[in-house]
């Protein structure tokens, strides 16, 4: 909204005021505004004596994006000058531009310049860490660079890292495993959008354990071709157990022949759902998410979510907002295929969130996440929300497992699965655990 001129009543207000406060824009009252950039004549956005935000960021972008072969702004970059200049708040832009160390406009400089090249190469070269991996977000947002996934990229170098001093045939196997197996599987869950920290660690559980693996493989004279049973088995017992994950590599091994021994794993039956959580303990978390506004509003919805619906953390942040449709009494969420009308006071969130959804300088770019992230083009990391969980006494994973322990209890597997988006083998497990049959539901419907 435009700075307000303070009028007098007699001076008329009319329609193109506040009726209740006397105010209108200085423009619609016919006078000359102090705040209207000399410029633009824009009245939003004030900043520094006589001119607005906007045009002073559109200066230094200017000056910062050009490219001194043409004298132009660089064509690849011409995205990235658009974005900024017409963003909400032109000040973030001014005020990052002038952050300290500055990295990421000193990086896009030398971009513009010709100096650095404009793609992933470039980024591979340079340290990982925030501010980096901000603006190589913001690049791809703006579809200047294609899309990449940050976790799978720092892998590369850590397994490399892994792998240094090992002898050269292990490390070319790890290499091979890591590459045609463990990043594979990472790649399959970005593609579905459910790649998680947990993922990503328990790939590098991995490699570390095939490592392992070749390291006592070769204190006993042999490899990973040669490997028999009984090698196998006294593996087993130098690390306490062979786990899931020690089969990974082993099955990888059989699987592409490079091991012909037939070597015999131990069946490792996954564990039965079980509850820590009791049922006065969930709703007191409800309670307080329900309540407490010191918590982040996000934290609050993503909580609810969990503890009403079931709903993993990983699913919660990579929601949409096509994902909510609002009425003008009721608020439904689509987890899965149904629409669930959402109880009252948490629709009232809903509301709220959507209403003050964070805005950054990519705002237009946020891919229509519920939750956008800090990076360009991302949603929220789990671990915003976990974190802020966990400190106020909630775990998300137990708490997620109590309420499906509750909701299989309500109702039947087939339902319930196609609520909240599970499968009807887990939807059964958690019936079962529940004590419920639900075998004559349909007769029971039909009746």
């Known amino acids: 909204m435009r700075p307000l001129a303070h009028l007098r009543p007699e001076q008329g207000a009319g329609e193109q005021g506040d009726p209740g406060t006397g105010l209108v824009c200085a423009s619609c009252a016919g006078q000359e ?64 531009l002038r952050k300290k160390p500055g990295v990421g406009p000193r990086l896009l400089g030398e971009m513009a310049r010709g100096e650095v090249e404009i793609s992933h190469d470039t980024f591979r ?81 991995r490699i570390r354990l095939a490592v392992n693996f070749l390291t006592f493989l070769e204190a006993h004279g042999a490899t990973a071709a040669t490997a028999t049973q009984d090698l196998l088995e006294r593996y087993g017992e130098h690390v306490g157990g062979i786990t899931s994950t020690d089969h990974s590599f082993i099955a990888w091994l059989r699987r592409t022949r490079l091991n012909t021994l037939s070597l015999s794993l ?6 039965a759902p079980a509850v820590t959580v009791s049922d006065s303990q969930r709703w007191n978390s409800i309670e307080l998410l329900l309540h407490d506004r010191t918590l982040r509003t996000y934290t609050r919805i993503g909580g609810l979510f969990i503890l009403l619906f079931a709903q993993p953390l990983s699913r919660i ?21 149904i629409p669930v009308q959402m109880p009252p006071q948490l629709d009232d969130l809903i509301r709220e969130h959507l209403e003050h959804r964070g805005k950054s300088l990519y705002a237009s770019r946020d891919n229509g996440w519920l939750f956008p992230g800090g990076n360009p083009g991302r949603h929220l990391a789990t671990e915003n929300i976990r974190a ?35 499968t009807n083998s887990n939807a059964s497990d958690w019936a079962r655990l529940a004590a419920r049959d639900w075998t004559g539901y349909i007769a029971t419907r039909a009746h």
């Not at 980096?132 to 799978?152: G, K, M, N, T, W």
């Open 125 to 205: 070269s340079l340290p990982s860490d925030r501010a980096h991996d901000y603006l190589r977000s913001l690049l791809v947002a703006l579809e200047v660079l294609p899309p990449f996934e940050v976790r799978i990229e720092r892998m590369l170098p850590w397994i490399e890292s892994v792998i240094t001093d090992l002898p050269a045939d292990q490390a070319a196997l790890i290499r091979q495993f890591a590459r045609w197996h463990v990043l594979r599987q990472m790649r399959k869950a970005a593609r579905e959008g459910r790649l998680t920290s947990t993922i990503t660690n328990a790939a590098r559980r």
């Open 317 to 337: 942040v990579a929601m949409r907002t096509r994902q909510v449709a609002l009425a003008a009494d009721s608020v439904h969420v689509t987890f899965n295929t």
């Open 266 to 271: 131990p069946c490792v039956a996954p564990p």
């Open 33 to 96: 505004s102090v705040f209207a950039c000399r410029e633009c004549g824009s009245e939003d956005h004030p900043y520094g004596a006589s001119r607005c935000a906007r045009c002073i960021l559109a200066e230094r972008l200017t000056v910062l994006l050009t490219d001194p072969t043409t004298g132009r702004i660089h064509h690849q970059l011409q995205p990235v000058f658009e974005e900024l200049v017409t963003s909400d708040r032109p000040q973030t832009g001014i005020w990052w």
């Open 388 to 422: 802020q969980l966990v400190a106020i006494g909630i775990k998300p994973y137990e708490n997620r497992k109590a309420t499906l322990f509750q909701l299989a209890g309500d109702m039947p597997a087939p339902v319930l699965a196609e609520l909240i988006g599970i």
